[in-house]
């Protein structure tokens, strides 16, 4: 990354800059809202949330706000970035005041969380995941930053790359699911889709890879709390992620809210500076999360903001997001000599390279009101986000009842079914909900023959779908309404019967089929948004089981931002689709499946556990001493399946394949499995191919199987194919006890198959 003019360039600037000038270059500003109240935005938000002043209420108070971009400390270089902005004209405003009216005429770096598009917006990411497709990621990540640029945005807070195993956590929703390998993967995609080959162009932005690092670990799955794990474990399943995107070139990475081992990653030295920098060479700059560095006075690690703003930029944090620690106390703090000078001109120094990476220096003004005004959800991008949803849909479950018949008259119930913004799922701040296309909205735009009822009483029915982010939220980092299973739980009077009878039975007696729309509305996944039960609300139980006790057949489509414990879904459904929360052609990629435009490939990468107390479930477990099965003394819960509902890697289709002819070659660098892969079936279909590997003795208990590799092949009617993977020796390592990566000589199995429960498996030995 390193460019020897910019170096040159970045070592004048420094010369001549004041120590207040270099403290504002490490600044990160949200604009304030001010206006007809006298209490902080986030204390007006939280007023909200515990019921003092009415949702109503808190919108009359904003709408008399305005936003406070603070631009005399903006000429005055003491601001080096924006945290929020995301329009053409105001960005273009903010640059001239830092380019032309600043003494020195350093630009502003403007970043935003353009996380699953912009306003294009595609699946959110677990979904996405799901198509176990690097083409599709990069070509979405494409898209998001062609809309953002144009709308003044030089950096993204995202790929989020944090593996997530325990589905009570509410952020799993932002990343790529339980494993490593894929996460790794998925991050890259997206890395190379914001930067491109040349960040320098004006339709590029910055990727900031996030949440460094073990977020997704987090302790019963309750955001921000604490990840706490041996070395050993965090290097080889929650590290390799962040380091792939950091080896792909991302120019940023932020630093997660939690502690490691008892130290906030705010202030992590060993984690920002030995790991980062000198063991990974990333040679970007480093942005804390919202508020993360004042907040480890509240950790307990920081007496004050000063002593966490030293701490931090000691650790080797380079810029301080919205928290004001650095603003505050850094040029008194080198002043003092508590903060080396050395170390402020080596933050300042990353965050100019950056700069300079961006073309910001040379060409700060990257887009026009004019070229924002025809860039967003044009035709190419709503069809790549129609392509993204069907091919991030997994079938769970089919009768035989799917692909439905067009001249079947299909019935729909559940509020979720008409709710186009509950589409956008989380963290989609610039999505709007007129751009969705609800299920609902697509069967009247394609003249299929339907029926809608939102088939619960007006009560229940309000609690679902109809929540939205308070305006002004985003502006202050808070992006989440209701915390989950509040009002979406729709809690009724003990007896009560939730669901509307006599619209069902009508419904029922006028269709052939019936779709149950179920599962959370965006509000009740993403951040600060945990769940202790990860099922679906009671009444929309009630609802499925009205539908199936009109002996009609059902298929439920489940809208999630996690994987759910519903085996009473599966139960009581013909047919299951995963249609995650899809973005901005929901409806239309739903029909796409249904009706059988689309033969349905996507593959699970979280593993659906049976109830929510089996929570953290995951298929790179070990073995223990005594594994689970049917005797008494063994690791299992009495009252659950030794299996989950649905495992890591499934996802069925519409035609079927067969696996043969398996076979392992040894040569010198590496180990190559084969396999036959036969589309048995009648219609033409991909079939996602994995490889997994279990070292059997080790030093260290092994997971009992790791994928290593997948391959997505497209197979017609009757063909058939060869796949083939090579596994090098090399990655068939781990972490001894003393953290010496090794690779030891014994017996490993390689399995090949559909999915993580269901492989032709062989062995070989090293040695």
């Known amino acids: 990354m390193k460019n020897q003019d910019h170096e040159a360039r970045i070592a004048a600037l420094l010369k001549e800059m004041t120590l207040e000038e270099k403290v504002g270059q490490l600044r990160q500003c949200g604009p304030s809202l001010v206006g007809a109240f006298e209490v902080s935005f986030s204390e007006l938000l939280n007023m909200m949330f515990d019921g003092k002043i009415s949702k109503e209420e808190f919108e009359r108070l904003m709408s008399t706000a305005e936003q406070d971009y603070r631009e005399e400390e903006l000429r005055a270089g003491r ?47 677990l979904a996405e995941s799901c198509a176990w497709d690097p083409g599709l990621w990069e070509r979405t990540a494409r898209v998001a930053a062609l809309e953002a ?17 325990d589905a009570r956590w509410g952020r799993v929703s932002e990343g790529a699911g339980e494993d490593a390998l894929l996460a790794a993967r998925y991050g890259v995609a997206k890395v190379k889709g914001f930067q491109t080959d040349d960040p320098a162009k004006n339709d590029s932005m910055a990727a900031c890879v996030k949440h460094f690092a073990g977020y997704g670990a987090a302790e019963a799955g309750r955001d921000y709390n604490r990840v706490d794990m041996s070395m050993q474990r965090l290097h080889e399943e929650y590290l390799p992620s962040y380091e792939a995107c950091v080896k792909a070139g991302a120019l940023s990475v932020m630093p997660a809210f939690n502690d490691i081992n008892g130290v906030p990653c705010s202030v992590n030295q060993w984690l920002l500076t030995d790991l980062l920098r000198d063991t990974w060479g990333f040679e970007g700059m480093t942005i804390s999360d919202a508020n993360a560095i004042a907040e480890c006075v509240i950790h307990g690690i920081a007496e004050d903001t000063a002593d966490a703003a030293a701490q931090a930029l000691t650790a080797g944090m380079d810029m301080d997001m919205t928290s004001e620690a650095y603003h505050e106390n850094l040029a008194e703090l080198v002043k003092t000599g508590v903060v080396k000078e050395s170390d402020l001109d080596r933050a300042v120094t990353d965050v100019l390279r950056v700069k300079f990476a961006l073309g910001l220096f040379d060409n700060p003004y990257q887009t026009s009101v004019e070229k924002e005004r025809q860039a967003f959800l044009k035709p190419e991008y709503r069809t790549l986000a129609r392509e993204a949803a069907v091919k991030s849909m997994v079938l769970l479950k089919n009768e035989g009842l799917l692909p439905l018949s067009r001249e079947k008259k299909i019935g729909i119930a559940g509020p979720l079914a008409a709710a186009g913004g509950e589409m956008l799922g989380a963290w989609a701040i610039s999505g709007k909900d007129e751009d969705c296309v609800s299920l609902a909205d697509a069967c009247e735009i394609q003249d299929v023959t339907f029926v809608y009822e939102k088939g619960l009483k ?15 939220a985003e502006q202050a980092g808070v992006t989440e309404s209701v915390p989950a299973g509040a009002e979406q739980a729709g809690v009724t009077a003990a007896g009560a019967d939730p669901v509307d009878r006599a619209a069902i039975s009508r419904m029922a007696e006028e269709c052939d089929v019936l779709i149950a729309a179920l599962g959370e509305t965006k509000d009740m996944s993403g951040e600060a948004a945990s769940r202790a039960s990860i099922t679906l609300p009671e009444e929309q139980l009630a609802l499925l089981r009205a539908l199936k006790e009109t002996g009609k057949p059902v298929v439920t489509l489940l809208f999630n931002g996690r994987p759910l414990a519903v085996p009473e879904v599966d139960a009581l459904s013909d047919a299951v689709l995963e249609a995650w929360q899809p973005g901005v052609e929901a409806g239309n990629a739903i029909l796409d499946v249904l009706y059988g435009e689309a033969n349905p490939s996507g593959k699970l990468t979280t593993t659906f556990p049976h109830t929510t107390g089996q929570c953290p479930m995951y298929y790179a477990h070990i073995n223990t001493g005594r594994p689970g099965g049917r005797g008494k003394f063994t690791s299992k819960y009495l009252d659950t399946p030794l299996t989950p509902l649905y495992p890591f890697g499934y996802g069925l289709s519409y035609t079927t394949y067969e696996y043969a002819d398996f076979s392992l070659e040894q040569g010198e660098e590496g180990v190559t499995a084969r396999v036959t892969v036969k589309n048995t079936g009648a219609r033409d279909g991909e079939e996602i191919v994995q490889c997994y590997l279990c070292d059997e003795t080790a030093q260290r208990v092994r997971p009992v199987k790791q994928l290593m590799d997948f391959k997505k092949i497209a197979l017609a009617a009757g063909e058939t194919k060869e796949v083939e993977f090579t596994i090098s020796y090399r990655d068939m390592g781990y972490y001894d006890r003393e953290m010496n990566y090794i690779v030891e000589e014994g017996w490993f199995t390689v399995f090949i198959g559909r999915d993580s429960a269901d492989c032709l498996s062989g062995r070989f030995e090293l040695g």
């Open 79 to 125: 601001i080096g970035s924006y945290n929020g902005v995301s329009d053409a004209a105001t960005a273009n405003r903010l640059q001239k005041i830092a380019v032309e009216e600043s003494r020195l005429g350093i630009p502003v770096l403007l970043g935003c969380d353009v996380i699953h598009g912009f306003r294009t917006v595609t699946p959110i990411p």
């Open 458 to 472: 007006e009560s229940e029915a309000a609690s679902v779908g109809t929540e939205s982010v308070p305006a002004g």
């Open 149 to 165: 640029t144009a709308a003044g945005v030089h950096m993204t807070f995202a790929p989020m790359v944090d593996v997530a195993k």
